[in-house]
């Protein structure tokens, strides 16, 4: 099969706060980062993942590689409650997973490189899919966003189980 999946990872992040994450989303890009929540609702929280593609040492737009939204909550069974507010002051580790059609990958190695030759493509249908994880260092609980938007996946629109969106 002809897809590719990038993995980055930054522990120790804080809202609004630059971090480094471990690698670049992009072929040798940058791994400076930025995340921000803005709460939606009472159970909602927008998610924004952001890394300096350009080099520019600025979180702007064109930096953002993750849009979604987050529903953080878990049961506590020791105080037999629900606790709904597991992103109020979070510092944790975040995880960006992109998967993409493997030609994607190696025009942007080629491009890098300034390889001028075409890249040879197949012409099987790869979505491009983002899955972002968030886990608070507090609970340890993992929280998966729904990406929306340009990160949404069009085959992707309800989440089927408890860990998986598609």
């Given at each position: 099969?002809?897809?590719?999946?990038?993995?980055?990872?930054?522990?120790?992040?804080?809202?609004?706060?630059?971090?480094?994450?471990?690698?670049?989303?992009e072929y040798k890009g940058e791994i400076l980062g930025l995340l921000k929540f803005k709460e939606k609702t009472?159970?909602?929280?927008?998610?924004?993942?952001?890394?300096?593609?350009?080099?520019?040492?600025?979180?702007?737009?064109?930096?953002?590689?993750?849009?979604?939204?987050?529903?953080?909550?878990?049961?506590?069974?020791?105080?037999?409650?629900?606790?709904?507010?597991?992103?109020t002051n979070f510092v944790g580790t975040v995880k960006l997973t992109k998967q993409m059609h493997s030609c994607e990958w190696?025009?942007?190695?080629?491009?890098?490189?300034?390889?001028?030759?075409?890249?040879?493509?197949?012409?099987?249908?790869?979505?491009?899919?983002?899955?972002?994880?968030?886990?608070?260092?507090?609970?340890?609980?993992?929280?998966?966003?729904?990406?929306?938007?340009?990160?949404?996946?069009?085959?992707?629109?309800?989440?089927?189980?408890?860990?998986?969106?598609?």
């Amino acid at each position: 099969m002809p897809a590719f999946v990038r993995t980055i990872k930054a522990k120790s992040v804080a809202p609004g706060e630059l971090f480094e994450f471990n690698k670049s989303i992009e072929y040798k890009g940058e791994i400076l980062g930025l995340l921000k929540f803005k709460e939606k609702t009472s159970q909602i929280y927008k998610v924004k993942v952001f890394q300096d593609l350009n080099n520019d040492q600025k979180m702007s737009k064109s930096d953002i590689i993750f849009k979604g939204e987050v529903v953080p909550g878990y049961y506590d069974a020791e105080a037999q409650e629900w606790t709904l507010d597991d992103l109020t002051n979070f510092v944790g580790t975040v995880k960006l997973t992109k998967q993409m059609h493997s030609c994607e990958w190696d025009m942007q190695k080629a491009e890098k490189k300034g390889d001028k030759d075409s890249v040879a493509c197949t012409r099987d249908y790869i979505p491009t899919v983002y899955e972002l994880m968030v886990k608070p260092d507090a609970s340890g609980m993992k929280y998966d966003a729904l990406p929306v938007g340009k990160f949404a996946t069009e085959d992707c629109y309800m989440q089927v189980d408890a860990d998986h969106f598609c």
